[in-house]
């Protein structure tokens, strides 16, 4: 069982900047495929990023140039750099850790609140 946990969402004026955080437990974190995840209300949950084992990170072509993920291995975390945020980006971001090992579906985090807003 990999425990995931986000962090730094909070109410932001459009045009400002976030910095999100996801920590996921285990010793193996370098071999987890890690993925940043968003939902709005009344919407289905899409994909903001992801980073592979190998290093690539992609992210949904609506969102590049503002977003950007990376990744500590030594800390076990992963970012989500959010710039010149939108009221549209108003979400809750989900964090998703893939162990190499499984399952497919992965583990998920309880979700941070972010809101944008004047």
């Known amino acids: 069982q990999v425990q995931v946990v986000e962090s730094g969402g909070g109410l932001v004026q459009p045009g400002g900047s976030l910095r999100l955080s996801c920590t996921a437990s285990?010793?193996?974190?370098?071999?987890?495929?890690m993925g940043w995840y968003r939902q709005a209300p009344g919407k289905q949950r899409e994909v903001v990023a992801t980073?592979?084992?190998?290093?690539?990170?992609d992210y949904a072509e609506s969102l590049k140039g503002r977003f950007s993920m990376s990744r500590d291995n030594a800390k076990n975390t992963v970012y989500l750099q959010m710039n010149t945020l939108k009221p549209e980006d108003t979400a809750v971001y989900y964090c998703?850790?893939?162990?190499?090992?499984?399952?497919?579906?992965?583990?998920w985090g309880q979700g941070t609140q972010v809101t944008v807003s004047s």
């Open positions: 998703n850790a893939v162990p190499f090992s499984g399952p497919t579906m992965g583990y």
């Open positions: 285990g010793s193996m974190f370098a071999l987890y495929a």
């Open positions: 980073s592979s084992i190998h290093g690539t990170t």
